[in-house]
């Protein structure tokens, strides 16, 4: 989706605690294709106990991170670019520039892609680890880490990854903008997660925003393959 897309989100949605876990029951999605600037508190009065109002905007236009040094500033997009043609190529130059700038933790997600990309699971396994431990409140070193946990099976390691703040807005209460690809890469991690414990509908619910946003994404791809096995399986149990 290219240019510049604003998109303002809206979501009701039903917190309650299951041993201590904040998890998403019913949400509701509204969107306009022109955002205003500042978001306008919604009144709760007619919100039933319980409920909780969040708004805030979604952005295709890139994040800059301004505080980039001007070196890998320059080369942010040919990086990006050759982390899906050639990441073998990237990785050396990634490596280097992540020794020079450890305090960048763009880098050790781009490194984590290059990867992860060019079949080399042990060392994306490396960089993952290495890069929670240096950057456990960037996202997507947290997302890496939780996606590693979730394919090892470790399911509980989740919410102790996002102190029990399973929704973008708890976790992050002062933003009110997030890019795309931090919307898709959450709420696919957590329909996986909410699948795997068993929730199905809190899955199907985070699946669903993503099918609104960005339907063609590979990870909204992945999220729908994985959730049809799982309910198959829910079906399964309910008819032995």
């Keep these: 989706m290219g240019g510049v897309r604003l998109i303002r989100v809206k979501f009701d949605y039903l917190l309650w605690s299951l041993n201590n876990k904040t998890i998403m029951k019913n949400k509701n ?26 708004s805030y905007n979604i952005t295709w236009e890139p994040i800059i991170n301004k505080d980039f040094p001007e ?29 020079k700038y450890p305090d ?24 993952t680890k290495e890069s929670y431990e240096k950057n456990p409140d960037y996202l ?17 390691e989740i919410p102790i990854i996002f102190d029990n703040k399973l929704e973008l807005s708890l976790l992050y209460p002062e933003r009110d903008t997030f890019h795309v690809s931090e919307v898709v890469g959450f709420y696919g991690l957590m329909s996986i997660y909410y ?9 199907l619910t985070c699946y669903k925003l993503l099918d609104e946003l960005a339907p063609n994404h590979q990870t909204t791809q992945r999220v729908n393959h994985h959730l049809q096995i799982a309910t198959l399986r829910e079906m399964l149990k309910l008819s032995s």
């Design 71 to 99: 070196e890998v500033a320059k080369q942010k997009q040919e990086l990006h670019d050759l982390l899906y043609s050639a990441p073998k190529k990237a990785i050396p130059r990634l490596i280097e520039l992540k020794e």
């Design 195 to 203: 699948s795997d414990k068993g929730y199905i509908h809190a899955a």
């Design 140 to 156: 997507f070193a947290q997302l890496n880490y939780a996606e590693m946990c979730l394919k090892k099976g470790n399911l509980d």
């Design 29 to 54: 999605i509204k969107k306009q294709k022109k955002a205003k600037n500042s978001l306008k508190s919604r009144s709760k009065q007619n919100l039933p106990e319980g409920y909780s109002y969040i």
């Design 104 to 127: 960048i933790p763009e880098l050790y997600n781009w490194l984590n892609g290059a990867y992860t990309n060019a079949g080399d699971t042990e060392s994306s396994e490396a960089i």
